[in-house]
């Protein structure tokens, strides 16, 4: 790894973070300029700004240094400017003493960070705005993601910003909508804001304040999860509900093909094969659920209601309506399936993925029909293309890692906490596929802040595991990354 290089370009994304910090800073002002969240944003942004310069002069690179990024160094930055900014985003809630240790603030940046939404406050509607709004705007960063943003502000990297990109970017290849990757960054956060402007003017007109419709609007399209209100959504009536539903939906759509549908080829869409598997899957299960709560009496406004939860939990974004824990049981069953597979590849959406999830179906299902016609040869396809035998083997791999990972969680949490397997499980699954709530003890109108100060640790490594596809957090603890 080159380490030079690697500390330069953290130091340059933590400078990023520390200007957009001035937004949260801004309505801590408007409220109290004499409040402690103002003193402890402003201590943080200084504090920022200063380590930021300092390491950039002592870590200066020279233009022909660009050339040397390869693979390793992309996952080795992604990984670490991560943490490095969830520690540093952790500080204001710290300062503040909104929470009652610096773990909890950490637990929660992260949470906001790699759109979980998971949190460790009792009574949401009692924290000041400021922290309500930065932990929101941590969501709309890492939703389209920290480096992107990178590559679409600053100087480009020539053709080595791929290596960055690639080790971001969700899903099991790397598409683009540009030959550059710097216009690909650009264009994929222009639909980002204009999809995230026009939900907040819906949420408006639907009479939500504004401080109220930036905040979900950071939720929804991040797929997040982050609330102000104690009920989340349920606060709320059918209109803001259903608007957030739609808006919920599109985020966990690959955002090439809104690209490809605002430049006037809308049919795309369903040319593509796991946007139609994801289509036609939200809709059988949500009239699977409308009719079983329609008959069964588990909620009063059934449709809606079955529509927003499926949603909710298909594309990570973690929103509640009401509480999904009373329902019956198979309809829990469900929904945790649903927390495995989250959205699309290119999504802002966590979990495995959609397309993971089909090709993996696929690659079973050969399986069996080998076992019969052992000579057969039966290529993988997607959307009509055969797939190279390299990347079948990359989706089995991220699979059995994921799968792994999730077991190990769940054994731990049981270690740490001593709950119940329910509550294990769907924990450790709720913070690897980066949804928020589970069921049992963090259910739906639950919340972490009784979990230990191990669990939790545990908890945030299984969310940047879960938020940055696995390995640009699992290369961090091989040895030979560290070396040049």
Not at 173 to 199: D, H, M
Request: hydrophobic share 50%; net charge positive; proline share 3%.
């Amino acid at each position: 790894m080159h380490k030079r290089f690697v500390t330069n370009i953290i130091s340059r994304i933590l400078l990023i973070i520390c200007f957009v910090m001035t937004l949260p800073l801004a309505w801590a002002v408007h409220d109290d300029l004499y409040s402690k969240e103002t003193q402890s944003f402003t201590i943080t942004i200084c504090f920022g700004i200063v380590i930021s310069c300092i390491f950039l002069w002592f870590f200066r690179i020279k233009k022909e240094d660009y050339k040397k990024i390869n693979t390793k160094d992309g996952l080795a930055i992604v990984g670490l400017s991560w943490i490095c900014l969830s520690i540093f985003g952790a500080i204001p809630l710290w300062l503040s003493q909104v929470v009652s240790s610096y773990t909890d603030a950490f637990f929660e940046i992260v949470s906001g960070f790699t759109t979980t939404g998971s949190t460790i406050f009792v009574d949401i509607e009692i924290v000041p705005r400021g922290i309500l709004f930065w932990r929101s705007l941590t969501h709309w960063l890492g939703g389209m993601g920290i480096i992107v943003l990178y590559i679409a502000l600053l100087p480009a990297l020539g053709t080595n910003a791929f290596q960055l990109y690639k080790a971001e970017a969700p899903g099991i290849t790397v598409e683009r909508v540009e030959p550059r990757i710097k216009e690909t960054a650009k264009n994929l956060w222009g639909i980002y804001f204009f999809l995230s402007f026009a939900e907040t003017v819906c949420l408006l007109l639907g009479g939500m304040p504004l401080f109220d419709s930036l905040c979900h609007t950071f939720g929804t399209m991040a797929t997040g999860g982050f609330s102000t209100k104690n009920a989340s959504i349920g606060a709320y009536g059918p209109f803001i509900q259903w608007t957030i539903f739609f808006f919920m939906f599109l985020a966990g759509i690959n955002f090439i093909l809104h690209y490809s549908a605002l430049k006037g080829r809308p049919k795309t869409y369903f040319k593509d094969e796991e946007f139609r598997w994801y289509f036609f899957l939200v809709l059988i299960l949500i009239a699977i659920f409308g009719i079983v709560l329609m008959f069964s009496g588990g909620s009063q406004s059934p449709w809606r209601d079955a529509a927003f939860q499926v949603v909710s939990i298909v594309t990570t974004t973690g929103y509640t309506s009401v509480d999904f824990d009373i329902w019956p049981q198979a309809l829990r069953f469900f929904l945790v399936i649903l927390m495995f597979i989250g959205g699309c590849g290119g999504s802002t959406g966590g979990g495995m993925k959609f397309i993971r999830a089909l090709l993996s179906v696929k690659i079973a299902l050969r399986s069996v029909t080998q076992a019969v016609f052992p000579n057969a040869i039966l290529p993988i396809k997607f959307n009509f293309k055969a797939l190279s035998d390299r990347l079948v083997t990359a989706v089995l791999s991220y699979f059995a890692v994921f799968m792994l990972l999730f077991f190990f969680g769940a054994g731990l949490f049981i270690l740490t906490e001593s709950c119940d397997l329910v509550t294990a499980f769907t924990a450790s699954i709720a913070a690897l596929s980066n949804i928020g709530p589970g069921l049992g003890k963090v259910g739906a109108t639950q919340n972490y802040a009784w979990v230990s100060m191990p669990g939790k640790w545990l908890l945030t490594f299984l969310m940047l595991a879960g938020r940055l596809e696995l390995y640009s957090i699992l290369i961090l603890f091989i040895p030979a990354t560290w070396r040049k």
